[in-house]
């Protein structure tokens, strides 16, 4: 199966625009892919469907996103009345109540200032979304490497058993005529029951990556998992330079930490406007009954009407120098994340390209030169048995190689996989094609 282009890449553009799905509303047609045989295309979009972590993330992005209706929304109004049990005498008579209603106005611009942190909190937001499914979907590959590899390793001792069981044949039948001493039986036997012991062993593997891949489409940890895909093996299309400058640009976690950047310098500006008065604009109303005296004024009873006018004064220097300050400190502190992000960030990618090229270099070595090798060392070993010149002690250690070589060759292959996919997780991009060919072979 050719490798999809920019797997993680494609998986954030749905992450955007799709709704949420539940693992009881999975596609009954997807779900039938994944027990004959899934693509990595279906595990991914499974995944993206299913996943809790990518649900929950996608939730809280949502969450943010309604939080700047909230924030750049003026305080409510507010309403207050006052009820007198015993009247307060007034020339135009006893005033039995009176109501307040008042609204807050924040001073110019500081709305729009606290609109610009929530903007800023709904990118941090995406970005995490947007980790949040590259994150599983590395977890993904990687367990399907690791279980691509069992089940190869399951295949290699099926093969193997049933070599094991020719050579014991030739053994015993050479025992007979004198040609193969008993040791040499005892050592076949010995070999078949080790491959019993790991076929054991990896029926036991599977099951557990089984059960982990499961947990990350949100199934059963022993739900049927089909054949998986064979992933082909292609080497970078990128120098170790050009990994670090596209991690610089494309990685979430230095996106997020420019954001939050970007976050502080917008809570300084706010921080600036909170130390500025905001306003309160209001109406005053008053019941007024009937006096109780010989002689009323023309005006007697009549209710009271007024405007109310008001402000905040920020009177507290200290207060208000400590608003900036905290903001420039949180500035500084959101640089010096960001440097340490980039730090690490070059650090990892270090290490995991330095695993990668070496598992580049085992599958190299075990497929070209080692395997075959023994492969050929097998047929002669065996030649030299039949026809006397060489001893079955040497045709079993010859097979034995040989049976580790081939684990090792798979080893190896799943290794560079897994390698690889923590690469691109370091850039967030597709390392196995150069973007400006992918383009070319869509046109």
């Known amino acids: 199966m050719k490798r999809t282009v920019g797997w993680m890449m494609g998986a954030l553009a749905v992450a955007v625009a799709a709704a949420p799905v539940r693992a009881a509303e999975a596609p009954v047609a997807l779900e039938a892919r994944l027990r004959s045989g899934p693509s990595v295309a279906d595990l991914v979009t499974y ?25 750049t929304a003026y305080p409510d109004p507010q309403v ?59 977890a993904l590959r990687e367990s399907v490497h690791e279980l691509l590899y069992i089940r190869r390793a399951k295949q290699v001792v099926a093969a193997n058993r049933e070599l094991l069981d020719h050579m014991r044949k030739v053994a015993e039948t050479a025992h007979a005529g004198d040609r193969a001493t008993f040791v040499d039986v005892a050592k076949a036997q010995s070999q078949r029951a080790q491959l019993e012991y790991d076929a054991l062993l990896l029926e036991e593997l599977e099951a557990t990556e089984r059960a982990r891949l499961n947990a990350l489409l949100n199934r059963a940890p022993d739900a049927e998992l089909g054949p998986l895909p064979e992933v082909p ?81 920020p009177l ?26 980039i730090n690490d960030t070059d650090a990892a990618i270090r290490s995991v390209y330095f695993r990668l090229k070496n598992a580049e270099r085992l599958v190299t070595l075990y497929r070209d030169e080692l395997l075959p090798q023994a ?18 002690s040497d045709f079993v250690e010859t097979q034995s190689v040989y049976y580790n070589f081939q684990l090792s060759l798979a080893r190896a292959e799943a290794d560079y996989g ?26």
């Open 47 to 71: 995944a993206y469907q299913t996943n809790p972590k990518i649900a929950a993330a996608r939730q809280r992005w949502k969450a943010v996103v309604e939080r700047y209706r909230v924030s």
């Open 80 to 138: 207050m009345v006052t009820y007198f049990p015993e009247p307060i005498e007034t020339r135009l008579g006893p005033q039995d109540w009176n109501a307040v209603l008042s609204q807050m106005i924040p001073f110019p611009g500081k709305l729009s200032k606290a609109g610009e942190v929530v903007e800023a909190d709904a990118r941090i937001a995406r970005l995490e979304l947007d980790k949040t499914v590259r994150d599983v979907i590395v």
């Open 233 to 313: 093996f292609e080497p970078l299309a990128y120098s170790l330079e050009e990994i670090h400058e596209l991690a610089a640009k494309r990685q979430e976690e230095i996106r997020i930490a420019e954001a939050r950047v970007a976050k502080a310098r917008a809570k300084l500006d706010l921080a600036r406007y909170e130390n500025r008065p905001d306003f309160k604009v209001g109406l005053f109303y008053a019941g007024i009954g009937q006096p109780d005296v010989a002689n009323e004024p023309d005006d007697a009873g009549r209710d009271a009407l007024g405007v109310q006018f008001g402000m905040t004064i």
């Open 316 to 341: 507290w220097l200290g207060k208000n120098a400590g608003r900036p300050a905290a903001a420039r400190a949180e500035i500084e502190r959101a640089r010096a994340l960001k440097v340490a992000r």
């Open 375 to 392: 492969a050929q060392s097998l047929d002669v070993a065996e030649t030299w048995f039949q026809e006397g010149e060489g001893s079955f």
């Open 418 to 443: 897994k390698f690889l996919a923590r690469l691109e997780r370091l850039t967030a991009t597709s390392l196995t094609r150069r973007e400006g060919n992918a383009e070319e072979g869509k046109q």
